[in-house]
């Protein structure tokens, strides 16, 4: 059974909120941030806690269409445009949008000593350095280099680029939330055999810790799909049917097999119930938004490119750039 998308039309959002639980026992471990450690706060309805970020979120739907392995888009979506980076005279794979951080704002594109990626973007892109922004040819130039910047968000922070003021915000966000917390201390000792009274400085030696983990009466998984931001892009209903289905496709391959957020932090949906919380409207399995996104990525292929783009430039760690900068202010002077 195909996917069928018709409901949407009358709805501005795609909103998601689907129950999840451990894979095995009771308790997961929650993403940590520095300074902070676990992210917990409270509510009317007592003690919640962040369990993985929009950000995080972001990354991993991302990388659900990246086949480690073959260092490609997976097989059945072939078609998509991104911009692979090389290194050396052999070519060597170095990254890719779809691996990136900040996806097409790349440093290894906008950064590259090579300016041609860069100086074709910014023809394509056909932007002002001051007055209004032009939504729809911002929206077709990332289309060309990288649709999933049109789902995940891009800054184009550069001044050459219409002064740094190019941004389109995630169209398909997500994060993980669980209710009624409470803390799971434990902890361990890494054990040392030969050197038990050994110096843990350096390394050796019995060292014993402590780890708090959690368990949750809830935790879900809440997504938005920005229907309107899509549509706003300006650039047909192919393209729109295209963002969705893949949006769909993501979602489901994340919740098939790309929970795995940590060691010790595996979920799974707890039941098989997957509609929206705002629309009559059940996410589709892979199976049944596979013919059509393929029929979707061929209607708009001509408007998508696989690039190819080199650096070669020496990689640095920031104490050698801080060090190259020094000797490089006196040898000016």
């Known amino acids: 059974m195909a996917a069928d998308l018709a409901n949407l039309g009358k709805h501005h959002r795609l909103l998601f909120s689907i129950p999840l639980e451990p894979v095995q ?3 997961f471990q929650s993403t940590g941030f520095p300074g902070l450690g676990a992210a917990t706060f409270q509510t009317r309805d007592g003690p919640c806690l962040l369990v993985e970020s929009a950000q995080s979120t972001a990354n991993r739907l991302e990388k659900v269409v990246w086949d480690d392995a ?3 888009v997976v097989g059945e979506l072939k078609g998509l445009s991104h911009v692979r980076v090389v290194r050396g005279k052999q070519k060597t794979f170095l990254t890719d949008t779809i691996l990136e951080a900040h996806r097409l704002n790349s440093p290894y594109l906008l950064e590259n000593s090579k300016k041609d990626f860069f100086e074709g973007l910014k023809k394509d892109l056909d932007q002002p350095e001051g007055g209004p922004i032009d939504r729809r040819k911002l929206a077709a130039a ?9 789902l995940h968000g891009v800054f184009l922070a550069k001044k050459e680029l219409a002064g740094g003021r190019l941004r389109v915000a995630r169209a398909l966000s997500g994060f993980i ?3 009624g917390v409470r803390v799971a201390p434990s902890g361990g000792v890494k054990n040392d ?5 050994g110096d843990t400085k350096t390394g050796f030696g019995n060292v014993p810790f402590a780890r708090d983990e959690f368990t949750a009466d809830r935790i879900a998984l809440y997504v938005n799909l920005d229907l309107a931001q899509i549509r706003g892009y300006g650039l047909g209903v192919a393209v729109e049917r295209l963002l969705i289905l893949l949006s769909l496709w993501k979602l489901r391959a994340l919740l098939s097999g790309g929970l795995r957020l940590r060691t010790a932090c595996d979920l799974a949906p707890s039941n098989g119930v997957m509609k929206a919380t705002n ?7 892979i199976a049944e938004t596979q013919d059509a996104l393929k029929k979707a990525i061929g209607e708009v292929g001509k408007s998508m490119t696989v690039t190819t783009v080199s650096y070669d430039d020496e990689l640095k760690t920031k104490d050698e ?9 006196g040898d000016d002077e």
Do not use: M, T
């Open 25 to 27: 026992g009771k308790r």
């Open 70 to 72: 073959a260092e490609d």
């Open 142 to 150: 990332i289309l060309k280099y990288d649709v999933g910047s049109l």
């Open 177 to 179: 939330e669980a209710d």
């Open 193 to 197: 055999h030969v050197n038990p009274s």
């Open 279 to 285: 629309a009559e409207f059940h996410l589709p399995e």
């Open 321 to 329: 750039q801080d060090k190259g900068g020094e000797e490089g202010e």
